[in-house]
């Protein structure tokens, strides 16, 4: 067995935005073993995508094509992508941590008599093992999980872990695969759709933060101002959306919205594993809350220790200063 294989998600003819990431963490462990690298997609009609998968990295791209997996089921992707391994070879195999991945991944794993190493953070290769890197606690403790065995090895990677713009562009070789599918027991009615939201936070390109440190739900506008004057989105951690000072469409978060901006200002947030999954992707980020202490400060570019009511309305008249 060699090489890495990147199992893609997509949903009717989308990529989901996890996928990127994931290839990122598949590029930099094929390099790291010397093992070539292999990015399948899964489902029904699915060569335009896999052509455009093959425009865009260099890599061998398995379009996984079988009529009844035009609409999801665990049996059907299970049998499809354990057909896939088998077909590639691959060592190791990666995914994105996704609802669906979770469902569905397991199960492939099993019937290699191996388990799925869920919610990797990263990974790491030390003579030519791969070392995967979990957190444990809410984030409060890292584990390091080393494989043992024959067979493959299969894992998620945890969104946010990567950064999509470190990709490796280039072109590679597209080939067809057809799978043979057992039987598929369940019946699937159309996929839950959520309702469109307002505000789209993933398309920001800086992002001005607010948590539990603005005390009170009148006091958001200090935060608010200095969103407006760097003409960026505000949005907010969990707590502060629960409270209803903040539609749920601003949350940041495990539970909100995954953002990778240019710019993510982080205020009056502590750092909770939670909130962290959902921005650290971003570009720079810049944190401001009067504990020294607080996990904001492990993952921030910038830090300012001090008070909010203080720090963010000098930074207002700085910026408008700035703009003249």
Known sequence: MSGVLVVMEQAGGAWHKMSWETLVAGQQAARAMGQPLVAAVVGSGVSPLAAELACRVAARVVAVDEPRLESYSADGFADAVAALVRHTGAALVLFPHTYQVRDFAPKVATR???VLVSDVVRLDVEDGAVRFTRQLFQGKMNAGFRPAGGGPVFA?????SYRPDELQAG??????????????????EAPFRESSRAVDLTAAEIIVSVGRGIKEKENIAVVEELARALGGELAASRPICDNGWLPMERQVGSSGQ???PKVYIAVGISGAIQHLVGMKGSKAIVAINKDSNAPIFEVA???????LFEVVP?????????KG
Do not use: M
């Open 171 to 188: 072109s590679g070789t597209v080939e067809t695969f057809t799978p043979e599918l057992g039987v598929i027991r369940a019946r699937h």
């Open 156 to 160: 998620s990677v945890q969104a946010g």
């Open 112 to 114: 290699f008599n191996q």
């Open 258 to 260: 995954t953002v990778s």
């Open 314 to 322: 000098a930074l207002v008249e700085e910026v408008r200063k700035a």
């Open 301 to 307: 570019d910038y830090g300012i220790v001090g008070d």
